[in-house]
């Protein structure tokens, strides 16, 4: 039996954050949900309402001898525009905010010097203002949010070309 840890992630809408992830050798699973807000079991509706205090997150389940946590780091900060407080492409909001959540002190050390890297890369001439928070409960969304791009491939990639996300990343993590 392998080993297993929790990795968390906010990176906007979590849609476009499974896909990355779910092509990569030691995942295991990956689990759309809300995670950083005080409300218990909240739905999708509450969360974009942005007054639970919760993002929408991916929580992710990966064998660590297969994967490092450095490496699904690497991974993330490719993923989203760390420079935007207001959310991730078009979507706006609280709930669409980036974070990384640790779940123990080597993750936290780890998720630390990693944004100092990415600092320090300058690719960048804003801040990094992706924050790093201890794991809260994580509650999984809606079964019709799990694996949407799998679900519905065509309405999934328009969403992300449409975003904006897509052009960003080619633009700016090509660079790095």
């Not at 297993?4 to 699973?29: H, L, N, R, Y």
């Not at 949900?33 to 005080?38: E, H, I, R």
């Not at 991916?58 to 935007?84: A, C, G, H, K, R």
């Not at 974070?99 to 993750?107: D, G, M, P, S, T």
Request: aromatic share 14%.
């Amino acid at each position: 039996m392998s080993k297993q840890a929790k990795a968390t992630f906010a990176g906007g809408c979590f849609w476009c954050m499974v896909k990355p992830f779910d092509e990569i050798e030691g995942i295991i699973s990956i689990v759309s949900g809300y995670t950083g807000g005080d409300l218990e079991n909240p739905t999708y509706e509450q969360v974009c309402s942005n007054k639970t205090g919760h993002l929408e997150a991916v929580q992710i389940t990966y064998d660590p001898e297969l994967m490092s946590y450095t490496e699904l780091l690497n991974m993330f900060w490719t993923q989203i525009d760390p420079t935007d407080p207001g959310g991730q492409f078009h979507d706006r909001g609280e709930s669409y905010q980036t974070a990384i959540f640790y779940h123990n002190n080597e993750q936290k050390e780890l998720a630390e010097q990693s944004k100092k890297e990415i600092e320090s890369k300058g690719v960048f001439n804003k801040p990094i203002v992706t924050v790093i928070r201890e794991a809260k409960p994580f509650y999984e969304a809606e079964e019709y949010h799990q694996d949407f791009y799998k679900k519905d491939p065509l309405h999934y990639q328009a969403y992300r070309r449409g975003s904006g996300r897509d052009r960003f990343i080619d633009e700016h993590w090509s660079k790095a």
